[in-house]
């Protein structure tokens, strides 16, 4: 295996990890306002019972986005030009999405009055959905290929992202990162909590699977995916649409950690997608060509330069992540106090 096929690889696990990982935090911000607390625990505290379930691993999740830059950046930098330039309003849309949703979960108890409290309720979904539907939309993009200018420059504007594929997989990764999210709370939450984040689960996941479906049967009338791997693609495809599948089943009977796994599983085949689907193309176009990986990676003596320290920031990361989860292991209200 070369070393630029190393760092792909890795370049992907960083972005998969942000997807699962950061997607149950999108997931539990959509979906707080209707998994809080009843009766008059709520009259008592601002807490929220989503939001207490990703209370320990919030910001912390993002690690994964700021290493996947990283890597963008050092081992792909041909890429991340014409990837940035491209989809500049989506990135936009992205980072503004992080930082108003990071601010509103912190700053949503310091309300002193029910409208104030409401006006951060609105801001966290808002800080929740944005970055869901703006990663499906740049996965339908780079699935649907990117136009190319005369000048070899790649350019997207509303008329690329207006299309019923691209919304689609926005469509998609909204109601997906929602389940996830909600499987999330299921698994960290109390029996009657668990009860409901898992049937409001199962109904997100009916709506990611028609959204879904709506794509694929795009693509099979040749206005969705151009994928240059058709045996990969389908098999990738066929993976997600088992993991969907069961994931609703174990949400609908109640197994939470089951449940969790499939919807992780699901969140992180669209990684794989593009990967494999594409390969060795990391940006296509309409016409099945593009940006491959020789063209899109540094040089040899960078990328040597760049593993040393791969070699301890990645382990690290993956360190951290594991000790986090073990430290705050446990359901909410049990073992550890309520943050937000």
């Not at 996947?68 to 990837?83: C, K, Q, R, W, Y």
């Not at 500049?88 to 104030?116: D, E, K």
């Not at 996830?180 to 939450?189: C, D, K, M």
Request: a neutral charge; aromatic letters at 10%.
């Amino acid at each position: 295996m070369s070393l630029e096929t190393v760092w792909l690889a890795l370049l992907g696990l960083l972005l998969t990890g942000y997807f699962v990982l950061g997607g149950y935090d999108y997931g539990a911000q959509m979906l707080h306002p209707f998994l809080g607390r009843d009766g008059q625990e709520e009259k008592r505290t601002s807490g929220n019972a989503a939001l207490d379930a990703i209370a320990p691993f919030f910001l912390g999740n993002e690690v994964w986005l700021v290493g996947f830059a990283g890597v963008l950046f050092g081992a792909f930098p041909h890429l991340e030009g014409t990837l940035l330039t491209a989809m500049y309003p989506l990135i936009v849309a992205i980072l503004a999405g992080l930082v108003v949703g990071n601010a509103a979960v912190q700053l949503r108890r310091r309300a002193h009055s029910a409208g104030g409290r409401r006006t951060w309720d609105a801001l966290i979904v808002f800080g929740g959905a944005v970055p869901a539907v703006s990663w499906g939309l740049v996965v339908g993009l780079l699935l649907n290929g990117v136009p190319r200018r005369a000048d070899d420059s790649f350019h997207v504007g509303a008329d690329e992202v207006f299309t019923p594929f691209v919304l689609a997989c926005g469509a998609t990764a909204m109601l997906l990162f929602a389940a996830h999210g909600a499987a999330f709370v299921a698994l960290r939450s109390g029996p009657e909590l668990a009860a409901r984040a898992s049937r409001l689960g199962a109904q997100l996941l009916i709506g990611a699977a028609a959204a879904g479906a709506l794509a694929l049967l795009l693509t099979s009338f040749g206005s969705g995916a151009s994928m240059t791997n058709r045996t990969a693609s389908v098999a990738v495809t066929a993976l997600f649409a088992a993991s969907v599948a069961a994931a609703w089943w174990h949400l609908h009977r109640g197994h939470g950690v089951l449940a969790f796994a499939a919807t992780c599983t699901a969140t992180a085949l669209p990684v794989l997608l593009l990967g494999a689907g594409q390969y060795p193309y990391l940006l296509i176009t309409h016409a099945g060509a593009g940006l491959d990986i020789e063209h899109a990676v540094t040089d040899d003596a960078t990328l040597k330069i760049l593993s040393g320290f791969g070699v301890l920031v990645v382990p690290t990361i993956l360190a951290y992540q594991f000790w986090s989860w073990w430290a705050f292991r446990g359901r909410t209200g049990q073992r550890h106090p309520s943050y937000f």
